[in-house]
């Protein structure tokens, strides 16, 4: 159980300009919270508030253990993987 799971940290987002719906919902990594924190709320101005840990589990761990994770309230939440490639750059030093 919980083999792929990850921990995300969910917070509400306020901009500075603050958008007539209001805050945005974000899901963090919890291993990335901190450094993204630091960098919206001083490089942007943003607010951050309202955080909690929750647990990502994959749509096949779920099916897997749906007696259990059924009981338990949840979020459904799209998994996204970008991939960036760049050119090989090589340096030369004396």
């Not at 096949?60 to 939440?77: F, G, I, K, T, W």
Request: net charge positive.
């Amino acid at each position: 159980m919980f083999k792929d799971a990850v921990k995300l940290v969910h917070c509400l987002v306020d901009k500075p300009d603050s958008s007539p719906s209001g805050p945005e919902v974000r899901f963090i990594p919890q291993v990335e919270f901190d450094l993204w924190k630091f960098m919206v709320t001083h490089q942007y101005r943003f607010t951050v508030s309202d955080e909690k840990i929750y647990i990502y589990i994959s749509r096949r761990e779920y099916e897997d253990h749906e007696a259990l994770y059924s009981r338990l309230p949840q979020v459904e939440l799209n998994k996204i993987t970008l991939y960036f490639f760049s050119k090989r750059i090589r340096y030369w030093c004396r």
